[in-house]
């Protein structure tokens, strides 16, 4: 299982938001302090979130962003704020290995395929966002539907992947909630990175025994109640149970 330390990115810096509130930012360094923090404990890949892009400023931070792909090397997923088909393929051109569409993919589905067909499902990965067993779109505000069949229609459209986020528990360094997680590994057959909640070494274990292609460790992660290098040693080691069994 892989493990994406993230690098969520506001006005330029690196901050860690609780509840996806901008009023309610920490701001922990440079987006590239950050990156080779991370990659400095044996991260391979990184998962920026460009902050501004979701609040309305789609064009936001892309030097900062670009600065952590040409000095890391390593590969990176990116969302926040891809409302158009041309935003996709304008970080895609930048060195981005994977666009995350959230509200475009709702809004315009059409757009998974589009891009899928372009540049090749593994470029894509959609977003789903779940509270209360609903998609929420539009920086949480909208309900878009049941997070099952839009994971399903995803699929079919032609995303390679599905990052899913569990805003129920996102932020706020209380664990998990296993139950969502475990109905959309079962429901689809493409990767599922797994956000939200994630703050001690035995929630990675827990996702990890579940089959999830990878986790995204945020806030827990820059508060220090998670350590990155322990989180890989618990993933590495569920999945050598899992390969023995």
């Excluded at 891809?82 to 995350?100: F, K, N, P, Y």
């Excluded at 789903?128 to 699929?155: H, K, M, N, P, T």
């Excluded at 990878?214 to 999945?239: H, N, W």
């Amino acid at each position: 299982m892989n493990v994406y330390p993230a690098v969520d990115v506001l006005d330029g810096s690196c901050v860690q938001l609780v509840q996806g509130k901008r009023d309610r930012a920490t701001v922990y360094g440079s987006p590239l302090e950050c990156a080779r923090r991370w990659i400095d404990q044996g991260a391979r890949a990184l998962h920026i979130i460009n902050l501004n892009g979701a609040f309305g400023d789609a064009a936001a931070n892309a030097a900062q962003i670009k600065e952590v792909i040409v000095e890391t090397g390593v590969e990176v997923q990116l969302g926040g704020g891809i409302r158009s088909i041309e935003d996709a393929e304008g970080w895609l051109t930048l060195g981005v290995e994977r666009v995350i569409l959230g509200t475009l993919a709702t809004r315009n589905p059409e757009s998974v395929t589009e891009l899928a067909d372009r540049h090749g499902s593994r470029a894509i990965m959609a977003s789903i966002d779940a509270r209360g067993g609903e998609v929420v779109v539009e920086g949480w505000e909208r309900s878009a539907g049941d997070y099952l069949v839009w994971a399903e229609r995803f699929e079919h459209l032609g995303a390679g992947s599905l990052l899913f986020t569990n805003v129920d528990v996102e932020g706020l360094c209380q664990g998990i909630a296993p139950e969502p997680i475990e109905h959309v590994v079962h429901r689809v057959h493409i990767p599922i990175v797994a956000a939200g909640g994630i703050s001690s070494t035995d929630d990675v274990s827990i996702l990890a025994g579940m089959g999830v292609y990878g986790i995204v460790l945020g806030s827990a992660l820059y508060s220090g109640k998670i350590d990155f290098r322990a989180a890989i040693r618990a993933a590495e080691t569920t999945d050598e149970k899992n390969r023995e069994h």
